[in-house]
């Protein structure tokens, strides 16, 4: 089993800048792929990057292309989304998962996070 806990949401005006946290804990040497998620209230809940176990490869969709940037620190098993110039549609809550495999455009994921709330206000 994997835990994740995200951490790091909160309430930012339009333009800003926020950083998620997503910390692993358990079986950690068995994933390869985690990614960020989030679902605004009303909305499906929808990719948003994902990043391979050595962080050489990293997808992101393309609604927060050249604002997002996820990376991930091995050492402290802790993948991180830097989130930049954040617009009000940005609000929901995001959501850390992890999965076994390298299958970075498939929404299915093993383990999930409980989320942290990003609010982004105009």
């Known amino acids: 089993q994997v835990q994740l806990v995200e951490s790091g949401g909160g309430l930012v005006q339009a333009g800003g800048s926020l950083r998620l946290s997503c910390a692993a804990s358990?079986?950690?040497?068995?994933?390869?792929?985690t990614g960020w998620f989030r679902q605004a209230p009303g909305k499906e809940r929808e990719f948003v990057a994902t990043?391979?176990?050595?962080?050489?490869?990293?997808y992101y969709a393309d609604s927060v292309k050249g604002r997002f940037t996820i990376s991930r620190d091995n050492a402290k098993n802790t993948v991180y989304l830097q989130m930049n110039s954040l617009k009000p549609e940005d609000t929901a809550v995001y959501y850390c998962?992890?999965?076994?495999?390298?299958?970075?455009?498939?929404?299915?994921?093993?383990?999930w996070g409980q989320g942290t709330q990003v609010t982004v206000s105009s």
């Open positions: 998962a992890a999965d076994p495999n390298w299958e970075p455009t498939s929404p299915l994921y093993d383990y």
């Open positions: 358990g079986r950690t040497r068995s994933i390869n792929r």
């Open positions: 990043i391979s176990r050595s962080g050489i490869s990293t």
